[in-house]
């Protein structure tokens, strides 16, 4: 994309791995010729962040060059939203955004909109660097010679075509949010520390006054841990899938190799799952890599697993709980977010490597927003599969034995969600589905 006559372009991106970050700003002219650009590295911390750094980066890189007149472009709508102050970021991010309001005031134009991931190659491109230095300055004689070629074919108007295999696979261009933003109250994304007190009184409130912990066996090497996650965790984990959602490796409408859309929306977290080709891999086809899972979604996958272990010894007096429930450590993470009308046929989960088949790992679920009726049982047949509802707070876990069950989801209960999640989280109708796996 070029700018209008007098103007600049600032294409900016920022990149999230598990160990390192990175973030990057390509400046060019209005004839698509790029002037300079700058990329850095940075401690990982989340999405929006470093996103932020590279719009931050680039700012600073156009005024030490003198230009006055700019126009951004991000592949990321929640960065659009929150420069324009339709949404607040999260505290992590504040300070940077405070820096980047004071900038946008000094030049004497400044447009930022989102802009399609294919018209935003070059500086997804630079970003991956992932340098030694916080803020280096690059010359476009220097750039990689793949690099040139990719500036040249944007400039040429021969960018990566939205029409493509690739991106009708990920659905780009629309973004799908899992929460609702109403006009005049911005979503706050760190619940933890934007909710007022007396709020969060009446969450704790809530959490003892439902009824205690109902956990049970449904069968050999699968375990139901009903109202197991509090409504404050469940409003933290809808506010990082939120977050990571609306990031550039979030999520899309998954379509099977025949060309049959699911009835969900979907998002990977570790390992990106292709449900075309039925194999993980580090990144998606559209070179996107999925970010890294939460360490707080990991603590409550282990504290799951604990408790389970705890229920296996006493009600089937098993000195080895883990012979009928392994213990895993996730890498993986499916998200799946199922509206009033979704569904998911029976199936199996057997996607995994060899290793994590063979030994029963199991798949640890949670349910958050309006509950859905499970079905599982030992074949495809929908009248011979066994029910049960999943209700938001739940954590289902099945391996061992259970580990190859065909399962799926018949029907999601409209309006079934706890009030607390529809009006402090501003979830959208549907359920928020988390399954956990060890490659």
Request: glycine content about 8%; some cysteine.
């Amino acid at each position: 994309m070029k700018p209008s006559a007098g103007n600049v372009m600032i294409n900016t991106d920022g990149s999230l791995l598990s160990e390192v970050a990175g973030y990057g700003a390509i400046i060019r002219d209005e004839s698509g010729t790029a002037l300079v650009a700058v990329v850095g590295r940075s401690q990982p911390k989340t999405v929006i962040l470093h996103e932020l750094q590279s719009l931050e980066a680039g700012l600073c890189l156009a005024a030490s060059h003198g230009f006055r007149r700019f126009h951004v472009g991000t592949d990321s709508k929640i960065i659009v939203s929150c420069v324009t102050r339709v949404v607040d970021p999260p505290w992590i991010a504040i300070p940077i955004m405070r820096s980047i309001h004071r900038m946008i005031k000094a030049p004497d134009f400044f447009k930022i909109q989102h802009i399609y991931r294919d018209t935003n190659k070059a500086v997804d491109h630079l970003v991956g660097m992932y340098p030694s230095a916080e803020f280096l300055e690059i010359i476009p004689s220097s750039f990689a010679k793949d690099l040139k070629k990719i500036v040249f074919d944007d400039k040429s108007g021969l960018s990566f075509s939205r029409g493509s295999p690739e991106l009708r696979h990920y659905g780009k261009g629309v973004a799908f949010d899992i929460c609702k933003i109403i006009s005049g109250d911005p979503l706050k994304l760190e619940a933890d520390l934007h909710v007022p007190e007396k709020n969060r009184e009446q969450w704790k409130e809530l959490d003892c006054s439902k009824n205690s912990l109902n956990q049970c066996i449904l069968r050999s090497g699968m375990v139901l841990l009903k109202n197991y996650i509090s409504y404050t965790d469940q409003i933290k984990i809808i506010n990082v899938c939120r977050e990571l959602g609306l990031g550039p490796a979030g999520f899309y409408q998954p379509v099977f190799r025949n060309g049959a859309k699911l009835r969900l929306q979907m998002m990977c977290l570790g390992k990106n799952w292709d449900p075309q080709t039925r194999l993980y891999e580090r990144r998606r086809k559209d070179g996107v890599i999925p970010p890294c899972i939460p360490d707080e979604f990991k603590k409550l996958v282990e504290r799951a697993l604990q408790d389970s272990h705890v229920l296996i010894k006493e009600d089937l007096k098993e000195s080895n709980a883990e012979d009928i429930l392994p213990w895993m450590q996730p890498d993986i993470c499916i998200i799946n977010f199922y509206t009033n009308t979704g569904r998911l046929g029976l199936h199996q989960d057997r996607d995994e490597s060899v290793r994590s088949l063979r030994k029963g790992l199991p798949v640890v679920s949670f349910s958050i927003g309006d509950s859905a009726e499970f079905l599982y049982g030992d074949n495809r047949d929908t009248d011979k599969a066994e029910k049960v509802v999943l209700e938001s707070g739940d954590v289902l876990l099945f391996g061992g034995k259970a580990r190859h069950i065909f399962h799926g989801v018949s029907s999601v209960f409209p309006d079934s969600a706890p009030r607390v999640l529809v009006e402090e989280a501003k979830l959208h109708p549907g359920r928020l589905n988390l399954t956990f796996r060890e490659y």
